[in-house]
């Protein structure tokens, strides 16, 4: 694995040829891990799915899907073995400019409430819990975990620039 440097990182749209890499990132860091149709979906239903790239190595990913003015945050995750190195705000910057450019007027997503980590990202980038959605994931050992359901609202980009 290549030393993780900023000037190695480049972000760029999922191809169906970076599956098979995505899906090892996926089941080494994910409690209960997409299957591969689950992805192969995201890229047919055109969903916003972007790698991060570290050379040629893929350290992260985020599946984005555009409902209505709304962009709900399905899937972001890093390599285990690059996490605390800054890679999920890559990705939230990336997702924000992308919300920023099609208008988007908030930001949704689901996160297990004993994520702790992923809390405080989203937490940093202005999320706010709204809601609970009980036993709405599925652990290891087959039992049923909450999780906390966080938005951010996102000002058009019409009143920014008036400054409303």
Same mark, same amino acid.
């Given at each position: 694995?290549?030393?993780?440097?900023?000037?190695?990182?480049?972000?760029?749209?999922?191809?169906?040829?970076?599956?098979?890499?995505?899906?090892?990132?996926?089941?080494?860091?994910?409690?209960?891990?997409?299957?591969?149709?689950?992805?192969?979906?995201?890229?047919?239903?055109?969903?916003?799915?972007?790698?991060?790239?570290?050379?040629?190595?893929? +350290?992260? $990913?985020?599946?984005?899907?555009?409902?209505?003015?709304?962009?709900?945050?399905?899937?972001? +995750?890093?390599?285990?073995?690059?996490?605390?190195?800054?890679?999920?705000?890559?990705?939230?910057?990336?997702?924000?400019?992308?919300?920023?450019?099609?208008?988007?007027?908030?930001?949704?997503?689901?996160?297990?409430?004993?994520?702790?980590?992923?809390?405080?990202?989203?937490?940093?980038?202005? $999320?706010?819990?709204?809601?609970?959605?009980?036993?709405?994931?599925?652990?290891?050992?087959?039992?049923?975990?909450?999780?906390?359901? $966080?938005?951010?609202?996102?000002?058009?980009?019409?009143?920014?620039?008036?400054?409303?």
């Amino acid at each position: 694995m290549a030393e993780l440097s900023r000037s190695n990182l480049h972000t760029r749209d999922m191809q169906s040829k970076d599956l098979s890499a995505v899906l090892q990132l996926e089941r080494n860091a994910q409690q209960t891990p997409w299957s591969r149709l689950s992805f192969e979906e995201s890229l047919t239903r055109k969903h916003r799915c972007r790698v991060v790239e570290n050379g040629n190595d893929i +350290v992260a $990913f985020s599946i984005v899907c555009p409902v209505l003015d709304e962009l709900h945050i399905l899937n972001l +995750v890093a390599a285990p073995a690059w996490q605390g190195h800054g890679l999920g705000h890559w990705l939230m910057q990336d997702i924000l400019d992308y919300a920023h450019s099609t208008a988007t007027c908030r930001l949704l997503l689901e996160v297990r409430a004993s994520n702790d980590i992923a809390r405080g990202l989203y937490e940093k980038w202005q $999320f706010k819990q709204i809601a609970v959605r009980k036993d709405y994931y599925r652990t290891q050992d087959k039992r049923r975990e909450n999780a906390l359901v $966080f938005m951010r609202e996102l000002q058009p980009v019409s009143a920014a620039i008036s400054g409303q």
